[in-house]
């Protein structure tokens, strides 16, 4: 895999109020994933078998990530028994439409220097889904919002845009995990700090973390165990960007900021003055997954979750997350409608 182009640390201009697997916006499951995310417990982290051990991404600093329009993507042959598993209905169509928010953020699903081609790790891993399946794969740029409406209405055969599972989506939708939904602790390249594992870890540390999101609340509580047990509260920091938290990283102001691993894992890549010291659940105490999402019965999620199984076992899988530092958030199979993250109280 030929790696060209420009130098990209783009998240540094993205804002704090990244909350994890695209929150904050409604949803047609009638729920919204930050409010989900904060439903749960978040006093530890549980690990399914599914899911590889958390480690920090294989780089750390300096990769150059293409950002062209020419992708030179991953690609993976037809497999004709899984294949014919497809729904006629959508082998007739002769593709398939899979939506994404071209407006997310590196490196899940962005635009190219073109302002018009959709890449990322996302985009990546769909056309590897719609290679087994025998399909070309037919992309539709739209808002978060209409993602769930169009996959409702059946315009959409499937969605892979850092969607996590909930029990409502459950309702209406299908899934095949192909992605632990993580939160990552973030330090200066030369702290002393080395791991964050517990709430203890984080007792008497300038911490930073975006105001309204589900890893406040997690913060928040980790914060509350700390003093109640008697040891020394955090100084919890805001800024409203990125940006702002890296240089407060890099000076000394900040000694660690937990937010969304993806974000994090890709600045860690490109700009090499920072690691990762701990990984925890962006579901709390249930574990997030991500998933491609699918309509409920319409049998297209089951040849889904096998093409994803045959990509982990031929290593194209793990090509991809690597191509984009998500080599974290690695499952070693890919299971059918999970337990998602609880739902809401009415």
Request: with cysteine.
């Amino acid at each position: 895999m030929s790696l060209i182009s420009r130098l990209a640390p783009v998240v540094a201009a993205l804002p704090l109020l990244l909350a994890t697997a695209c929150g904050g916006a409604e949803t047609s499951a009638g729920t919204t994933d930050r409010a989900v995310s904060s439903a749960s417990s978040a006093s530890s982290a549980s690990s399914a078998s599914s899911a590889a051990p958390a480690a920090a991404p294989s780089e750390t600093g300096g990769a150059k990530i293409n950002t062209s329009p020419e992708q030179d993507r991953v690609r993976a042959d037809k497999v004709e028994e899984i294949a014919a598993k497809v729904p006629e209905a959508i082998r007739a169509k002769g593709s398939l439409t899979a939506g994404f928010n071209g407006e997310g953020s590196p490196p899940l699903v962005f635009l190219a220097d073109d302002d018009t081609t959709l890449i990322g790790v996302e985009t990546d891993l769909a056309h590897l889904i719609s290679d087994v399946l025998g399909l070309p794969l037919k992309e539709e740029n739209t808002s978060w919002e209409n993602l769930f409406l169009a996959v409702k209405s059946g315009k959409y055969d499937l969605v892979l845009n850092n969607v996590t599972v909930t029990e409502e989506r459950k309702d209406i939708y299908d899934f095949a995990t192909y992605r632990v939904d993580q939160l990552a602790w973030q330090v200066g390249k030369d702290s002393p700090i080395t791991k964050i594992e517990k709430a203890a870890d984080i007792a008497g540390l300038n911490v930073s973390v975006g105001s309204g999101t589900n890893q406040e609340k997690i913060l928040l509580e980790w914060d509350a165990q700390n003093q109640k047990a008697g040891l020394k509260a955090a100084n919890i920091q805001y800024y409203q960007k990125y940006g702002d938290v890296l240089l407060a990283l890099k000076s000394g102001r900040v000694q660690a900021y937990l937010g969304p691993n993806p974000s994090i894992a890709y600045q860690v890549a490109v700009g090499g003055d920072s690691r990762i010291v701990g990984t925890l659940s962006g579901g709390g105490s249930v574990e997030g997954l991500i998933a491609v999402m699918t309509l409920k019965g319409n049998g297209l999620v089951e040849p889904v979750s096998e093409a994803i199984d045959t990509l982990i076992e031929n290593g194209k899988y793990a090509e991809v997350l690597k191509r984009w530092g998500l080599d974290n958030e690695a499952l070693t199979a890919s299971k059918i409608n999970p337990p998602g993250l609880p739902r809401q109280p009415k």
